[in-house]
């Protein structure tokens, strides 16, 4: 792999910077908070994306800033790539937004994960570090944070082992002894139920015998069944046969019996009826009596004299209201009269000069006039008392010809209702002639009827033997019949226990060749179990040590090898134990790293992290980062000397590609590359 350019916008301190990456040792230098870091986390960032706890989103996006992005430009394999991020502030979180990778000159765009797995595919990273959220074998051979060089040294051993197993990939033995071990308790579990399972089979092959035996008591009941249901019906059958000789006697004896029953029925009927009309006719009687009685007493009453007398009195009545009308008229006219003279008398007395002629009223002439209209009134006064005297006697007489109207409607009504009585006495008379001739028809029919019933029963008579003798018969058949449904139940009830038995015989010769092959399971489940804790755990753990030891060998002897060109101390010599943790001798007692001088730990980190960076480049088979490396702050608390040995270093990694992340000056002089990264106004900037 070969980092060619990356361009930065609102990632920490940068706003907009593009950076390229010569071949060879480069040195990225720069005061302390300049910036330099920020470039290593930002290559990690395009290849691999934000990642909680080791490198998070919200330390990556410039404080205030709503967006920002990273691209980087990279080859591989003779191949350009060129690899987009960009993060996003959404409310009070920072998210990782879709992205896009361009190689071989097609672009496709794609979600965080996505272009992760095809970076991890680009570099020849092991495809199960897709799902993992750490990308160790990165961080252990390209590039490791300044905080987390020294991080491994202090981890307990079991830590340091699990670190490593995972950046050698070697974890996978101790998943495969874990696994093992839950698939083994797995096994137990069904070992268990099948133990459970075949507890009862001594039991079932008992029940299975008694079964077998059942079905042989069923066979010999049903056996002693048959016989018997074979007698009975011979003897039913024999009966039957006995009786068909007299079945057409019986047929005719029950034709006649119907016959019978139907004569007396009938009879009971005509009977009733009969009665019935008897009573009908008492009622009739009785009420055509009573009409008689009440019309004698009426007398005859002409109806049509009523009506005439009716609309002579309506025709009075209405020429007295015309009457009443005319003299009410009369009466409102002769008012009218009598007013106006008491207005000409009213106004002639006000009057002063003629209206006409303007001369003076004289009072002589007012005299004259009042004694005129004086009289008249008096004589329309007489001539209204005669008229409402007319009309007082009209209404007196209007009053009467009311009353004698009315009483003329009721004597028209009860008219009315004598006429309906006397048209209901003649359909009561004739209703009774008619009950009359019914009555003497259903008398006959009553005769003939008995007449019919005596000749029948006089039939049955010579029937009576032969209807006891079938009588007798059909009762022994009766009583055979219970006989041979109960015979026949027992045997369905034993063919139907036998067929249940046989059955269950079935289901249980089928549970039991389960339970044999579960136990041929068993013994498998047994042999696999003994093969799994006593072999095949063991050999894994064997696989791992074996392979852990190699990889120790190794990298103890580049371990100590980086160490003694970074310290010429004879006094102080370093070693890696069997749980790969540094075992440090100074004259020649064992100290702990917490002992050692500032420049001594980072020496004894930068040792580690180098031997770790080549054994796991030689192991990992197709690992395209093998010729990068990333070294931030290497030089922590080194000496003058101690930084001269840094380029014995350098020369020795022979790598394609060394960033080196410091600010001690003295690396200037022996790197290929110097790129300066300043602030101004808080931005970094390339200079």
Known sequence: MFLKSIKLSNIRSYESQELNFPAGSTLLAGDIGSGKSTILLAIEFALFGAKKGELPAYTLLRHGSKEGSVELKFEVDKKEHIIKRTLKRVNNDIRQDAGFIISNGSKLIATSEELRAITLEILGYPKDLVKKGKDLIYRYTVYTPQESMRQILYDSNEARLDTLRKVFNFDKYRRIKDNSKILVNEIRENKKQIEGFIMDLGYKKKELEERKNEIIGFDKMINELNPKIDEIKSRINSKKESIQNIEGEIKQLNRMKNELSSTESALKLKIEYYNRLNEEIRKLDESISAM???????????????????????????????????????????????????????????????????????????????????????????????????????????????????????????????????????????????????????????????????????????????????????????????????????????????????????????EIFEKHKSKERLNEINNLLNWIEEFFISLMGNIERHVMSSIHSQFNELFQKWFDILIEDETINVRIDESFTPVIEQNGYETFVENLSGGEKTSVALAYRLALNKVVNDIAFGIKTNDLIMLDEPTDGFSAEQLDKVRDVLEQLNMNQIIIVSHEAKIESFVQNVIRIGKQDNVSVIE
């Open 292 to 510: 008689k009685k009440e019309l004698d007493d009426k007398g005859t009453i002409s109806i049509e004299e009523t009506a005439a007398r009716i609309k002579n009195t309506e025709n009075e009545i209405s020429a007295c209201d015309r009457k009443q009308k005319e003299i009410a008229r009369e009466i409102r006219e002769l008012e009218v009269k009598m007013e106006q003279c008491h207005e000409t008398i009213r106004r002639i007395n006000l009057i002063e000069r003629c209206t006409l002629c303007e001369q003076k009223v004289e009072m002589h002439h007012k005299i004259s006039i009042n004694q005129r209209e004086t009289k008249n009134h008096g004589e329309l006064l007489e001539r209204l008392n005669e008229k409402r005297k007319e009309e007082s006697q009209l209404e007196m007489q209007r009053d009467s010809l009311k009353k004698d109207f009315e009483s003329l409607l009721k004597e028209e009504k009860h008219l009315n209702l004598l006429k309906m009585k006397s048209a209901n006495l003649d359909d009561k008379e004739k209703s009774r002639q008619e009950k009359l001739h019914l009555k003497e028809s259903t008398k006959k029919d009553i005769g003939a009827l008995n007449a019919g019933k005596s000749e029948l029963n006089e039939k049955l008579k010579k029937f009576e033997e032969t209807e006891e003798t079938y009588s007798i018969v059909r009762k022994e058949i009766d009583s055979l019949l219970p006989q041979e449904r109960f015979l026949e139940l027992e045997k369905r009830k034993h063919e139907s226990q036998r067929e249940s038995t046989i059955r269950f015989i079935v289901s249980i010769e089928k």
